[in-house]
């Protein structure tokens, strides 16, 4: 059963940062690219960043580049989202997902095929 399992959301204010972190299982995961998504309220799912197999290339949103970071550790099978200087807008629940895919195409949600539940981010004034 494959399962991602995403942690770290919470209430934080303006500028403060945040690191979420996806643990997956049951499936091969140095062999799967990786990607995180957010989707605030009133909003459409929309992607954040994206991790390759090796973690050599990395994909971010205009929005979030210079203060979001991604990693991966393919030893514990985890997935990481440092994200600093946060931004009112980006409150919403980030969602990590896996994909077979690689390259830019990970950038789009339609090639993914597991997901995790998500975790809450707000960020407050």
């Known amino acids: 059963q494959v399962q991602l399992v995403e942690s770290g959301g919470g209430l934080v204010q303006a500028g403060a940062s945040l690191r979420l972190s996806c643990a997956v299982s049951g499936l091969p995961f140095s062999v799967r690219a990786m990607g995180w998504f957010r989707q605030g309220p009133g909003k459409e799912r929309e992607f954040v960043a994206g991790?390759?197999?090796?973690?050599?290339?990395?994909y971010y949103a205009d929005s979030v580049k210079g203060r979001f970071t991604m990693a991966r550790d393919n030893g514990k099978n985890s997935v990481y989202l440092q994200m600093n200087a946060l931004k009112l807008e980006d409150t919403a629940v980030y969602y990590c997902a896996t994909t077979r895919e690689t390259g830019e195409v990970i950038t789009g949600e339609g090639v993914y095929d597991y997901w995790g539940q998500g975790t809450q981010v707000t960020v407050s004034s």
């Open positions: 991790i390759t197999r090796s973690g050599a290339v990395r």
